[in-house]
């Protein structure tokens, strides 16, 4: 699984705009990042609060699917908002604008806690859950939610 998150986060280091490296006031890029780690952030409050609480029991196989295809969404969306972030930092050459764009890439670490939990409530709910295709859908699925949540310049 890191190596899918390192292969996430060199994709967007990939997609950046050519010339883009540090040319930028730090005052135009800071409200951008900022936008992005503020969402990023959010949506890993809220899975700080699935990781803390049971699991959620549904009585049919949809309701199960719709809970989990619904948290796959807010991981994409986690993923996309703190690539763009870094994405957006990298057109500054300041320091800090580029430590407060990686300061949600520490809260990466999580999703792996959250995939197994996933998996476990799958099971209480008689269900399972192909980690290997999750993954695949994130990784498909994550550089079209950041071109999405681009803000327009």
């Known amino acids: 699984m890191r190596i899918l998150l390192l292969a996430l986060l060199a994709l967007g280091a990939l997609r950046a705009p050519a010339g883009a490296a ?3 006031p730090a005052a135009q890029v800071q409200p951008r990042v900022d936008h992005h780690v503020r969402h990023a952030s959010e949506i890993a409050d809220h899975f700080d609060v699935v990781l803390r609480n049971g699991c959620p ?8 699917q719709a809970y989990v295809d619904g948290e796959v969404d807010q991981l ?3 993923l996309a908002h703190v690539e763009q972030a870094w994405v957006e930092a990298k057109t500054t050459g300041d320091d800090g604008v580029r ?3 990686k300061a949600p890439r520490r809260r990466l670490s999580e999703t792996r806690s959250l995939v197994d939990k996933l998996s476990a409530c799958a ?7 192909e980690v290997g295709s999750l993954w695949w859908r994130v990784e498909r699925e994550v550089p079209v939610r950041q071109a999405e949540i681009a803000l327009p310049r």
């Open 99 to 101: 430590r407060a764009a």
């Open 76 to 78: 994409v969306l986690l």
């Open 123 to 129: 099971r209480d709910n008689g269900a399972t859950l």
């Open 57 to 64: 029991h549904f009585t049919s196989s949809a309701g199960w």
């Open 22 to 24: 540090g040319d930028r």
